[in-house]
């Protein structure tokens, strides 16, 4: 949802973006961590491959070993509240690792991406490009996390039906957009309600971040350029407080749902430097406050950037 103008005055402001709705509070238990939790997300028209890291990825350096990067957050969610589910896409080792697996959240202002690309596909589909008035809706609703460009764009992308056969399309089969025309209790757009998993996000993302047969280069690269440029105000998230010289696309989520006011925060992007090349999703649900969450992403992704460390 559309981000105040005023950063959260609290302390441990520092990684993932999110996306919120109230839930119940319980502390998350640990994946097994003997093996990936699963193979990279499929590429549309070939269901059985992975994502291809970008040229620039490939070195002649022997390939590393499969690292898991959140064998270690049990102990620390043990003593947070709320429900976390996450996914990571290690592009070096084509490996998707999954904290929670299967578990479904809802998006908040993340699903503005699956709107960003069913618009693009069915542009590349028709044979036509973007309109200037797309074009001015989507670098609105990306860059500045705006609803009512969101709610225009949603509705040309075909609504909850529209959206439903692009996630279909790439995999996301874990997805399902919300027909709500608003949040109960609420003036927020219903779409924030649509409900996925961070697996399908980390499937989203990698159709921007890596060559696919989804979306031609030139449509990645649009899409990419506008989750690297999030108004200064909402660039927490995923890469928030990496070193210099790592490119960071994202794009976050947060809205406190009635009766409760619990807060959803979510996080999605993808992450490239130092070594590292991986997409990343972290959804949050049932936190007492939107800082709360935005500290618990934040210690996540940071984790995850130091565990997929190429020295390790």
Known sequence: MRRRSARIQAAGLVTIALGVLGCSSTPAAAPSTSA?????????????????????????????PPVNPFPSLADYLAHRSGQVTAAVFDARTRTTWLFHPGMVQDTASIVKVEIMGALLRDAEVSGRPLTQAQTNLMTTMIENSDNTAATALWAEAGGP????????????????????ALIPGTQLPG????????????TLVSKFAFPNLVF?????RYGLSLMEHIEADQAWGVGFGLPAGTTVALKNGWVPIPP?????????????????????AVLTQGNPSEAYGIATIE??????????SPNR
């Open 36 to 64: 990936p939790a699963t193979t990279a997300p499929p590429v549309s028209g070939a269901p059985t491959s992975t994502p291809q890291p970008t040229p620039s990825a490939r070195t002649s350096a022997p390939v590393p």
């Open 299 to 308: 210690t996540i992704a940071a984790r995850v950037f130091a565990d997929l």
């Open 216 to 220: 031609n280069n030139t449509d990645r």
């Open 161 to 180: 039906a529209g959206i439903g056969r692009f996630d279909r399309s790439i995999g996301m089969d874990q997805t399902t957009p919300s027909t709500l």
């Open 191 to 202: 779409w924030g309600l649509t409900t996925t998993s961070a697996r399908d996000e980390v």
């Open 260 to 280: 409760t006011n619990q807060w959803q925060v979510n996080s999605i992007g993808w992450v490239k430097g130092h070594g590292r090349n991986y997409v990343l």
